[in-house]
């Protein structure tokens, strides 16, 4: 063994030193830096993202319940170390001297909140900022409307049940104060102390209770394993951060799954790379195994020489790779430091176990195919150098790497979908690919006759390399795709979420308007050149039968989601709305508009569209029959039609949208919105003064935080883009380099020939050209497979078709692909012909 | 030392079946030096395949040293080699990331032997080369990388050295210094030497010359400096 080993470390030692081993050395080092510094990378921002996200619960997970939770379950979470703050919640009157409201009253004990912060202001619609501070006990913070609607200044008291608080602040952003236009009671934040003295929250009342949880993510899991058996579906909720359906959340989840993907995606560049590193490497080492069988060396320790070696390359390319990925990110977070808070201090050993795993499965299995083919080198070779590796099985060797890349993925992913998709696309790239190459063949022959020019030369080159060598035209295929993929996601996806949030969305709503506000209303806004969006006539009405089946309709907000005997209901009064015309955003996905025609329904009936979520979540199907109660009507409908609406846009939406016929008979107030610079924020006290009794629901802030996420996450996004993009090109210049070893011999030839060195190169150089052009194709045509089925199966987008890219890849793949054989024949053909001949022996 | 028995090879082309060699019997005797000379094609290099193991034949029997190379699988005709032959091509076949003193150093330790750096770095030194011991075969000539591996064949001291064109790739200079070189060693060492050649003054200097043509072998009367030398 110490003999193999010499023989293997001296081998080793000598080829890494005269440059033999540096493709092999850096396919390994690429891969292992890329995937280490992408996945310490997303891990941080994961990390960041969530800790926001976790700021919208003012928690990591939150356990939400009509009952106080059990002592026994407060001690046991920090038993776990889990910080836990406490909230309870009600909807209650409040009073001022004169007036009162219906408030969503918070009460909240001194650790809350465990994440985000609570902003407030110096006066009602004031200046805004961050406190770290609570209402004392005694005291409350108010709502900016409140002081409007209750008639109260700061200082003053407000009545709350039997209670009487001083109001000592306002709030106008808590964390976990849930959007939703319709839930629009003012929030009253105060202390937990306080609570028995206002006998808001006795026996019989409507109460929610809150426990917050934060702690270590590991912890939070084990905590809840311990919680769930105690756990009542019917009563209780747990809440995670994953759990966030908010268009916050989505958004994070979305980009998540981004990370994941150019994560897999580096992967698969990685084993790209290394598969076509070590079909090179094998190629060279089919001498000295000849030699070494020849004087009477054994197979097995031939086998032992070269797996040694294969480990030595494998072991310092992952140590150079974990230096240079950890050098890589850190650059990343410097430079991404002022705009994306991305400074976790806990150190992550996740993706330095994925990358060194990835360094090795890939070094190991891709190298399998050619390692076999060099052990199988005949000593007779020795003599007759035309001889090949007996083993040659095209099967065999992409069945090797194409389990061994679905394995990686399937095991980093952890996510079957995403992986069989990426993987049956590069399926189908690569028999597609084949089906080319062989068309191409029989074109050449017709392109290619004639006297011998570049462009002969080049065609006669890709016919007997497309039949010898269709592994180098797939991976050049393969990692353009892959390119391509990670662009236009990252343009689809970063398109879409700033759509959510144009300019000049609006940032406040206005909501109790009556029929005969409207019109002043309208002329005063655009007299302080305020533009307000489209008037919504609102009712409330209570959803109460399907079909003359009576639903559950005795439920809170928040509980809505628990599973229930009996039909399910909305559980609130719901927001009913008419109109002919059809909402932007909004899509018919089943039945007809009844906007669009005169549908034949019985007298006294009328058409009513669902939202389709919401028609699912009820199971409601179309033709069904809908019972509202509205003030002491009550109106029946039809459902004509389900539509699919766009929750992530900032604008008022509707679960039912009823034909106007039926609603005539009521008073509907409206609701509108409208676009407010921040700066202009001064004149909404004047804009509104005429109209007391409209109430003002500001999401300035709320936009903005979302704004800023997405600008966050977009520029991550871009980051990630970049090196994966850099990954690539390597990956390129890798391939091509690797070829160029193989066209050595020929240009020798040539250039010993005479053929003058102009010729050469632009034989070479159109071959290469010729070939990105195939690849670019092949690579559009597989990338538009991958995008759809991953926007419609992965990300939950809309699949687009992306025309464009059918001409820039083949174009790109014809520039980038024709740049780099052309520097690399440059550099071979720098080198005079006595060096070339030499360099072939 | 090498006994062959109608020996045959056929390969099979996309025309068919195609014998390269008929059956060829002769033998071989201990210490013997021996050349095949013919022209380009005409077999010589199958013949000496099969010799050294290399490649199996088609029919009849080869004994190496006694041992029935035509029934041993590779596994241990790989082992007979690393034992009993030693090697010399045309194109040198040099390992080329290792260095001359590495190179002559392999079959040694391929075979276990103890001391091969001190058993290279004494034969680099027969063969005039101490000074190029770390060089790598392309910073070396071809005449220097010839010498090299003629210090690889030796230095296992083989009962056998198989020598195909060994001068073919040298300038007369080169050939010369080479040729005076293997002879020499092979008359220290004692060893057998089959020689492949279409140099008629190089296979003068075996003690017999075998010529082969069209696939098969034929032994011309000896000439009187050969027979000279064997009655001496």
């Known amino acids: ?841 | 030392m090498i006994t062959t028995k109608k020996i045959t090879k056929t390969v099979t082309t996309s025309e068919g079946q195609l014998q390269i060699l008929q059956p060829i019997s002769f033998q071989v005797k201990d210490g013997e030096s021996i050349a095949i000379v013919g022209a380009s094609g005409s077999g010589k290099s199958t013949l000496l395949s099969l010799l050294a193991g290399l490649d199996q034949v088609t029919s009849g029997e080869i004994f190496l040293d006694d041992e029935p190379l035509h029934s041993l699988d590779e596994e241990a005709r790989a082992q007979l080699r690393g034992a009993k032959v030693g090697f010399i091509f045309q194109s040198f076949m040099l390992v080329q990331s290792l260095t001359a003193l590495e190179n002559i150093m392999l079959p040694a330790e391929i075979a276990g032997l103890p001391d091969a750096r001190k058993r290279a770095q004494a034969i680099l030194d027969d063969v005039g080369l101490a000074h190029r011991a770390h060089h790598y075969p392309n910073q070396l000539s071809g005449g220097e990388q010839q010498r090299v591996a003629i210090a690889r064949a030796f230095i296992g001291q083989p009962k056998i050295l198989f020598a195909d064109e060994p001068t073919g790739n040298l300038d007369e200079a080169n050939s010369h210094k080479v040729e005076a070189l293997l002879f020499k060693l092979n008359r220290d060492v004692g060893t057998t030497l089959v020689l492949v050649t279409h140099d008629t003054a190089l296979a003068k200097k075996c003690d017999r010359q075998l010529v082969m043509q069209g696939g098969a072998l034929s032994e011309p009367e000896r000439t009187g400096d050969a027979q000279s030398r064997e009655a001496g």
């Open chain 1, 1 to 841: 063994m110490s003999t193999v080993f010499s023989l293997a470390w001296r081998l080793f030692r000598h080829e890494a030193r005269r440059g033999e081993l540096t493709i092999i050395l850096l396919a390994i080092v690429l891969s292992v830096g890329a995937v280490l510094s992408l996945s310490l990378f997303s891990e941080r921002l994961q990390g960041a993202l969530q800790e926001r996200s976790a700021s919208f619960l003012a928690a990591d997970t939150q356990l939400r319940s009509r009952d106080p939770a059990d002592a026994a379950w407060l001690e046991k979470a920090a038993e776990f170390d889990l910080t836990t703050a406490k909230r309870v919640s009600t909807r209650s009157m409040a009073f001022g001297e004169q007036k009162m409201s219906l408030v969503d009253l918070r009460a909240v004990n001194d650790a809350y909140p465990l994440k985000g912060q609570v902003t407030i202001a110096d006066a009602p619609f004031g200046t805004e900022s961050v406190t770290d501070t609570l209402p004392q006990p005694g005291e409350a913070w108010l709502d900016s409307r409140l002081f409007q609607t209750l008639n109260v200044a700061l200082g003053d008291q407000v009545y709350i049940g039997d209670a009487s608080l001083t109001i000592a602040g306002v709030v106008s952003e808590i964390p976990d104060a849930g959007f939703s236009l319709f839930s629009t009671e003012p929030i009253v934040l105060m202390r937990l102390e306080d609570l028995p003295a206002t006998n808001v929250a006795g026996p019989g009342s409507r109460v929610n209770y809150v426990h917050y949880f934060a702690g270590e993510e590991a912890q939070l899991a084990a905590y809840y394993d311990w919680l769930r058996p105690q756990l009542n579906d019917e009563v209780h909720r747990w809440r995670a951060v994953s759990d966030d359906d908010s268009p916050i959340g989505r958004s994070v989840a979305r980009a998540e799954r981004y990370f994941l993907l150019a994560s897999l995606l580096a992967i698969i560049l990685a084993a790209v790379s290394i598969a076509v590193a070590a079909q090179r490497y094998s190629q060279r080492h089919f001498d000295p195994v000849a030699i070494m069988k020849t004087l009477g060396a054994s197979g097995p320790m031939i086998r032992k020489i070269y797996v040694l070696q294969i480990l030595f390359i494998t072991l310092l390319g992952i140590a150079l790779g974990l230096i240079i990925g950890v050098v890589i990110q850190q650059v990343v977070v410097w430079a991404l430091a002022d705009k994306v808070d991305v400074t976790l201090s806990v150190w992550h050993w996740r993706p330095v176990i994925i990358a060194v795993f990835t360094g090795a499965i890939c070094a190991f299995l891709f190298s399998l195919y050619p390692l076999l083919r060099l052990f199988s080198v005949p000593p007779l070779r020795v003599l007759r150098r035309d001889i090949d590796s007996t083993v040659s099985s095209r099967t065999l060797q992409f069945g090797a790497s194409g389990s061994a890349v679905f394995l990686l993925m399937w095991a980093y992913s952890q996510d079957l979908t995403i992986s069989a998709i990426l993987f049956a696309s590069g399926v189908v790239l690569v028999a597609g690919l084949l089906v080319m190459t062989y068309g191409l063949i029989l074109l050449g022959r017709k392109l290619g006759s004639g006297s011998m020019g570049p462009w002969q030369l080049a065609w006669a080159r890709i016919r007997r390399r497309a039949m010898d060598n269709s592994v180098q035209l797939i991976s050049f295929s393969v990692t353009i795709m892959l390119l391509l993929v990670v662009l236009v996601m990252r343009n689809d996806m970063v398109a879409q979420w700033r759509a959510q949030l144009p300019e000049g969305t609006p940032n406040y709503f206005l909501i109790n308007i009556t029929q005969e506000q409207k019109p002043a209303l309208s002329s005063h806004f655009e007299e302080n050149n305020v533009e307000v969006d489209e008037f919504y006539p609102v009712v409330r009405g209570r959803f109460v039968a399907v079909n003359g089946e009576r639903v559950n309709t005795e439920v809170t907000k928040e509980e809505e989601n628990a599973p229930r005997e009996g039909r399910e209901g909305l559980g609130r009064e719901a927001n009913l709305t008419w109109s002919n015309t059809l909402q932007s955003e909004n899509r018919i996905a089943a039945g007809q508009w009844h906007g669009d025609s005169m549908l034949a329904l019985p007298d006294g009936t009328f058409a009513v569209s669902v939202e389709a979520d919401v028609a699912d979540r009820l199971d409601i199907e179309l033709g069904d029959s809908l019972t509202f109660n509205i003030g002491s009507e009550v109106v029946t409908t039809e459902v004509t039609s389900f539509r699919e609406v766009n929750w992530q846009t900032m604008q008022p939406n509707f679960f039912f949208v009823i034909d106007p016929a039926a609603m005539e008979a009521f008073k509907p107030t409206y609701i509108t919105s409208f676009y407010l610079d921040t700066e202009r924020k001064a004149e909404l006290t004047g804009l509104l003064q005429p109209f007391s009794s409209v109430t003002l629901f500001d999401v300035d802030a709320r936009i903005n935080q979302l704004r800023e996420i997405v600008e966050q996450v977009s520029l991550a996004v871009e980051f990630i883009l970049i090196l994966v993009l850099a990954a690539g090109s390597l990956v390129l210049i890798a391939q091509v380099q690797a070829s160029m070893d193989e066209r050595q011999e020929e240009l020798a030839i040539l250039r010993t020939l005479g053929a003058r060195g102009k010729v050469i190169r632009a034989s070479v150089v159109l071959e290469f050209v010729i070939i990105g052009v195939v690849a670019g194709f092949m690579a559009a045509l597989a990338n538009e497979l991958s995008l759809y089925l991953l926007q419609t199966q992965v990300f939950q987008m809309e699949g687009s078709w992306h025309f464009a890219y059918w001409l820039i890849a083949p174009l790109a793949g014809a520039v980038v692909v024709g740049l780099l054989g052309a520097v690399g024949c440059w550099r071979l053909l720098s080198l005079n012909t006595t060096a070339l001949l030499r360099r072939m022996v």
